[in-house]
């Protein structure tokens, strides 16, 4: 517990980083909040490994009401499963001048736990924390992307610079929005303040003291006393990066939703376990939207193939980000822990992304509308007549491994008529082909055409329905495509090889064949690989019939024949193709996307 003095501490005892989380009592101000704030501090931080050592408080300063609170936090060593503990002291600050609050915190878990659960304040407006602190001659500069993730696009960027408002790309970084920055601007001219808007945050510097830092936090909360009268209507910072498209209640009509694996998110601080079930969430989910309410979808949720029930999604707006409820009908018994973790992982705002037909995108809790210029990208059609473009691949059966299965008989007698019997009966009946389908695969399947020594990585995925008339789709596309851009390392042919070879003891190693006959084992398919052209020919295919061509003719042209909203899907798909077709570009690949004739 804490001590029961609370003396001023010398100047050269106390001296913190001046980062602050700002805030507003919506009650009580002056020395009466301060009070409710150290008192609901420690009650929320004291746990079993927090225990208070003492508390400073500081002389009145114009107005200012000032306490400090140290606390010692006991933590399992990082490298540790037990008995081994780190202690430090840790150090939260409140400032109060009238009913503006400044929090500093040493900690930054602690930080979000007293922002979360405090009462009687609230978070200042992004806005104004935008036109009190955010200015010109920005210094650095971080932005997070609205685009539908794929490699040959960065999700976050962080720069640095002398004024970086002008380095910015006014067409490659529309689909970008600023999360933090750090400029110069009404607060101080000649001092660069650090602002993340929505976060309510911002921070400056290490004053040389207690007491100076004591003054600063004054002359912030001053600030914002004084700002909070003048904020004007909302203009964007700098135009060419993607705006806030408003509430999240002013989306409708959503046409898709899709979780982001670990590899597609910008935090970095996400923990093993839900790392681990967003990676299976991501692609192994499907999403079909059955009905919809304003922004709310209503979708049957499908997980490893099996649907597990009827999702509904509800919002709720906290510190100016939507949080999503997920509420389950139509349970399919057996499921229960599925549907749980889906709703944990819903109900992060990073994990989360719906699309709506006026083109905004939910991302990271808040409703963006990315601008691109339109570019066509040039899709090629293939008849499938006489395989299921719903089945990605054949189920095993009879003890049997999927290596068996491909292009072979089905339980039933009947010849495999999936996506991958098609791979493999009507794309490449010559050459070497192979399958890596299963966890970490590089691709479905690589071919290596024997004469010009061209090599394809093609990766596959089933449509979410097999009905001629089907819509455009964006999501459907989303894993598949960055799955895709993401190994395009293997076309490299001594990185193919060994890949080859790392994977020759794994059962779909048994899936090869030269010239359309099954072959034992890899072992002559790696050995070619490694008499590779250095100058070989590179492709990527990503095969997904989920696109029509009838789809795709009704939405373009000079008079399409498709609902806006279709066409506007359209535009942001070609715009995820035309993305990967750079990347591929820049390691001298060819990339090629097949939809269905």
């Not at 202690?87 to 009238?98: Q, S």
């Not at 090889?497 to 779909?508: C, F, N, P, T, Y």
């Not at 806006?564 to 942001?572: A, L």
């Amino acid at each position: 517990m804490a001590k029961a003095s609370t003396r001023i501490p010398p100047n050269d005892l106390l001296k913190p980083y001046l980062a602050a989380t700002l805030l507003r009592s919506t009650g009580a101000n002056g020395a009466v909040l301060l009070r409710e704030l150290i008192s609901q501090a420690t009650t929320i931080i004291v746990d079993s490994r927090r225990s208070v050592v003492e508390t400073f408080r500081a002389n009145k300063l114009d107005g200012l009401e000032m306490q400090a609170l140290v606390y010692k936090h006991r933590r399992l060593s990082s490298w540790a499963n037990d008995e081994f503990y780190d202690e430090t002291h840790e150090l939260i600050v409140f400032a109060v001048k009238a009913d503006f609050i400044a929090l500093c915190c040493s900690e930054p878990s602690a930080r979000d736990r007293l922002v979360r659960k405090l009462t009687g304040c609230s978070t200042l407006p992004r806005l104004l924390l935008e036109q009190a602190f955010v200015g010109t001659q920005a210094t650095a500069m971080w932005l997070s992307g609205t685009h539908t993730p794929t490699a040959s696009k960065a999700n976050a960027k962080a720069m640095t610079g002398p004024a970086l408002e002008f380095a910015l790309d006014p067409l490659g970084d529309q689909s970008f929005y600023y999360s933090a920055v750090k400029s110069r601007g009404s607060y101080d001219p000649d001092i660069a303040v650090g602002t993340s808007p929505s976060a309510s945050r911002i921070w400056v510097n290490r004053p040389k003291d207690w007491s100076k830092f004591g003054d600063e936090l004054n002359a912030v909360l001053a600030h914002c006393k004084r700002a909070i009268a003048s904020v004007g209507p909302s203009q964007p910072w700098i135009q060419v990066l993607a705006q806030d498209a408003g509430d999240i209640s002013t989306a409708t009509n959503p046409y898709a939703v899709a979780l982001m694996a670990p590899e597609l998110l910008s935090d970095n601080e996400i923990d093993a376990e839900v790392r681990e079930n967003a990676i299976n969430w991501a692609y192994e989910a499907q999403f079909e939207i059955v009905a919809h309410h304003g922004p709310s979808p209503t979708c049957l949720v499908k997980f490893k193939g099996q649907e597990i029930g009827t999702v509904d999604f509800t919002f709720r707006t906290v510190a100016e980000k939507a949080i999503t409820t997920a509420s389950w009908t139509n349970s399919v018994a057996g499921y229960e822990r599925e549907r749980e973790t889906f709703s944990t992982l819903a109900g992060r705002p990073e994990c989360l992304r719906i699309y709506y037909d006026d083109g905004t995108t939910l991302s990271d809790g808040r409703l963006f509308n990315p601008a691109y210029r339109d570019q066509r990208f040039n899709w090629v059609f293939k008849d499938f007549t006489g395989y299921a473009i719903t089945d990605e691949k054949p189920k095993v059966w009879g003890g049997k491994s999927l290596a068996d299965v491909i292009a072979n008989k089905k339980t039933d007698g009947s010849n495999d008529n999936s996506l991958f019997a098609y791979v493999v009966e009507k794309m490449f009946p010559t050459g070497w082909l192979a399958s890596d389908d299963g966890s970490m695969e590089f691709a479905d399947f690589v071919h290596i055409d024997k004469i010009s020594h061209k090599v394809t990585l093609i990766h596959v995925k089933g449509s979410n329905k097999s009905s001629a008339s089907r819509e455009v789709s964006v999501s459907n596309y989303e894993v598949v495509v960055s799955q895709a851009i993401k190994n395009i390392r293997h076309l490299d042919r001594s990185t193919l090889a060994s890949v080859l070879d790392a994977g020759k003891q794994k059962k779909i190693s048994g899936a090869v064949w030269l010239d359309g006959k099954k072959q034992p084992n890899r072992k002559q398919l790696i050995k070619f690989a490694k008499t590779l052209k250095p100058d070989h020919e590179k492709c990527v295919i990503v095969l997904q019939p989920q696109l029509t061509q009838r789809e795709n003719d009704a939405c373009v042209g000079g008079k399409p024949t498709a609902t806006r909203y279709r066409i506007i899907r359209m535009k942001q798909l070609d715009t995820l193709m035309l993305s990967a077709r750079l990347s591929c570009g820049a390691v001298g690949a060819e990339f090629v996307s097949i939809g269905a004739g």
